[in-house]
Nanobody
Framework: QVQLQESGPGLVKASQTLSLVCAVS??????????WSWIRQPPGKTLEWMGV???????YFSSSLKSRASISRDTSKNQFTLQLTSVTHEDTAVYYC??????????WGQGTQVTVSS
């Protein structure tokens, strides 16, 4: 079955760019109809969907993050990357990558904690 593993720096300074990688095994990120997403959960808050890169390579983002977020992929490594620019303490969260289709993401990675320092 598909497995996902997030990786990246646990600590990022305010105003810098956060970059997280999701390595995928057990499925191909280019397989038709699949979609690969980033979701986060700030401390004490609910889950927030951030964006998605479907099998065709297009990207879609939440309106609140559209100006700062980007998602790219490396098909040779079967992984996709989130970049979030100009981070603030409000971007402190556990970040998850997830897999699915039709805007449903039933399979998640373990998550990675990111803390923004001043």
């Amino acid at each position: 079955q598909v497995q996902l593993q997030e990786s990246g720096p646990g600590l990022v300074k305010a105003s810098q760019t956060l970059s997280l990688v999701c390595a995928v095994s057990g499925d191909s990120i280019t397989r038709t109809w699949t979609a690969w997403s980033w979701i986060r959960q700030p401390p004490g808050k609910t889950l927030e969907w951030m964006g998605v890169i479907p099998y065709d390579g297009n990207t879609y983002f939440s309106s609140s993050l559209k100006s700062r977020a980007s998602i790219s992929r490396d098909t040779s490594k079967n992984q996709f990357t989130l970049q979030l620019t100009s981070v603030t303490h409000e971007d402190t969260a556990v970040y998850y990558c997830a897999a699915g289709k039709d805007w449903t993401f039933p399979t998640w990675g373990q998550g990675t904690q990111v803390t923004v320092s001043s």
